[in-house]
């Protein structure tokens, strides 16, 4: 245990070393004053009316889903600054502001790092073909599979037009919580474009085991550890006639508990309408493997079916309005049938 813990501090310092090894000479390489600012801010807002239908029709209100505020500093032609803050509802009953990306990235030629609470590549490719993020969040991050930003270091390089890979090297714990061990995930992934409108990725990532990080309910029932190890696949094809979208998720040791899996896919379509109209589709499936001896219900809250369908109406390229149906069905208690109307804003 010592051993890998010791491994995994070495190998963060290391690619952080590099990373200001190759990012410090390139900025005193330039004349700080008269380097060119550019800026923008970024504004994004998800809400919607969402009504319970069936036994659930008691279920209905207005929610404000998310917000985010924030700024884009471009310096010079190499250096980038992001700072943005995230109001999430978290639960019912409470909201929680925190900074969802404080980041900072030099681009030179086809190479791109950048470190901080960084934006993470784990689900971005399937994120941005389902694109309805307003309207329900991708897979993976629906799911717990992973987070779309953290605390660490990425690297990305496009080795040509089709092909591109990202390592990222991160605390694995999300915004909400600062390291406080040696337990760190090491990522990488691959995307390839061999032709227009097909995309095709792989993801893999560890994250080292860390006693401080073992739930309370496996130390009491003495189960056994081991790293958490996720894989993803995806592909999906697009042109102006359909989308179709399909991604394959599975994590191995969920919360470090050796035999604890977590598997399922999500298929996703759209066929549009109109120039400011589409029709759209999504169908989940979840699905978690327990070891003997675990009597803790440690996944009761998955869902194990999830439908979304509806229309999308763009008006305006900042303004996304969907009128939907959703059908959730989770492992244990009835299934949730709601009608929504969902707003998505972004400048």
Known sequence: MKLVKKSSLFMKRLFLLSFLTVLIPSVHAQDLRNLELSGSPIVVVFADYTAGLGKANDVSGFNLTRSRLGYQLQIGNALKATTVLDINANSEAIRTVNFHYVMLEWAYKNLTLGG????????????????????EKSFQDLNG?????????????????????DFSL?????????????????????????????????????????????????????????????????????????????????????????????????????????????LYGRYDYVDTDTPEGITYDWLSVANKNTLIAGLEYHP???LYVSPNYRYIEPLYGDGFHAISLNLGFSW
């Open 116 to 135: 901080g609470m960084i934006a993470l590549a784990q689900f971005g490719v399937a994120e941005a073909f389902w694109g309805r993020r307003y309207i």
């Open 316 to 318: 305006i390229k900042q």
């Open 170 to 278: 991160t605390n694995g714990e999300g915004t909400m919580k600062l390291n406080t061990n040696n337990s760190n995930k090491y990522a990488l992934g691959l995307t390839v474009q061999p032709l227009e409108g097909l995309f095709i990725r792989a993801y893999g990532d560890v994250f080292t085991q860390s006693e401080d990080l073992y739930p309370a309910y496996a130390l009491a029932e003495n189960a056994s550890f081991k790293s958490q190890r996720t894989v993803a696949v995806f592909a999906g094809y697009r042109n102006e006639h359909f989308s179709l979208g399909a991604e394959f998720n599975k994590q191995f040791n969920r919360s470090f508990i050796d035999g604890c899996d977590y598997q399922g896919y999500s298929v996703y379509t759209g066929v549009p309408l109109s120039s400011k109209v589409e």
């Open 145 to 165: 599979f992973g987070f779309d930003s953290d605390l660490g270091v990425i690297a990305k390089y496009k080795f040509a037009d089709w092909l591109s890979a």
